[in-house]
């Protein structure tokens, strides 16, 4: 499916086009996050990235997307602040988290969305975040640990392959929301990969790096390999621009400006995918 020459000058190109740097995008560029500074901001966000798959279920409806799952659950929170604590979440049915959320028709699968809330929780996402002597790989490495819901690996040809891409957004989030600072202060940012979702990997193949049949995406194997391929073209692309310019560039920032890209081009090709992983 990818070939190593054509990936390599399909970076070139692109780093040769963003002259080395890339373009920065600041987090919740959308406005549409929950941000008080505090605790409670933890808690949104380990909440919003335990519920941060499967839009893809919403194949035959457009209009729903992670936006509407980040303003609902801001909405509710800015309603009642204690919406999100532990013995409340315990309590939450499906058919309550699509009332909850504001959103106009019920969501298919919320049951399992609010059983992998419940997951291992026992109460406090910043004291989760506040144990982390190195954040953004503990911060991998915990949920993955507590919460079924966030474990993003699988078994492919006899090796097991972890992508984690939940888990790495809840640290990114952090980091974002915070701007680097108290909750979102991390050493070790730079052990975590690009966001392994279904729209990278599809702005990928519009910037001429990754080339697939898009028949492809519909086969199990062929999405995981996807995934696997753009990590490894980003980490390729981190490399060039090293090489070239002295510049290390982060995992979270080309994830941030090439998701940017995927969400604000509506003619972008890709399939939504049915997973609680991604
Ligand atoms: N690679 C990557 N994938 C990401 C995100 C985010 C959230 N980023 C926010 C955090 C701060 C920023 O300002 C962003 O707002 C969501 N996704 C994935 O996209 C898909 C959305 O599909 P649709 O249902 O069509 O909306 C779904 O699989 C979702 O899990 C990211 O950052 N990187």
Redesign the pocket.
């Known amino acids: 499916m990818v070939k190593e020459k054509r990936v390599k000058e399909g970076i070139e190109k692109v780093v040769e086009t963003i002259n080395d740097s890339i373009p920065i995008?600041?987090?919740?560029?959308?406005g549409?996050?929950y941000f008080d500074n505090g605790p409670v901001t933890v808690q949104y966000l380990l909440v919003l990235d335990a519920l941060?798959?499967c839009?893809?279920l919403?194949i035959l409806d457009k209009d729903?997307?992670?936006?509407h799952l980040?303003l609902g659950l801001k909405a509710a929170l800015q309603n009642d602040k204690s919406v999100f604590d532990a013995d409340c979440l315990q309590k939450y049915t499906g058919s309550e988290l699509w009332k909850w959320l504001i959103l106009p028709r019920p969501l298919p699968l919320t049951d399992e969305q609010v059983r992998l809330l419940r997951g291992n929780f026992d109460g406090i996402a910043s004291k989760l975040v506040e144990s982390c002597a190195n954040p953004a790989v503990m911060l991998v490495a915990l949920p993955t640990c507590l919460f079924p819901g966030f474990c993003d690996h699988t078994v492919y040809k006899g090796h097991q392959i972890f992508l984690y891409?939940?888990a790495q957004?809840f640290a990114?989030?952090l980091r974002?929301s915070f701007k680097g600072k108290g909750y979102g202060e991390f050493n070790d940012i730079g052990a975590i990969t690009?966001?392994?979702?279904?729209?990278?990997p599809a702005v990928l193949r519009q910037l001429g790096v990754l080339r697939y049949n898009s028949s492809l995406a519909g086969i199990i194997e062929a999405k995981l390999e996807l995934r696997a391929c753009l990590i490894y073209a980003v980490e390729k692309m981190r490399e060039l621009i090293w090489k070239k310019s002295g510049k290390q560039v982060l995992s979270v920032d080309l994830?941030?400006w090439?998701?940017?890209i995927g969400?604000e081009c509506p003619s972008l090709q890709h399939r939504?995918?049915l997973s609680t992983y991604?």
């Open positions: 995008i600041e987090w919740d560029f959308e549409t996050h941060n798959f839009f893809g919403f729903l997307s992670y936006y980040a891409k939940r957004i990114s989030d974002g690009i966001f392994a979702d279904y729209i990278v994830d941030l090439l998701w940017s969400v939504r995918t991604y």
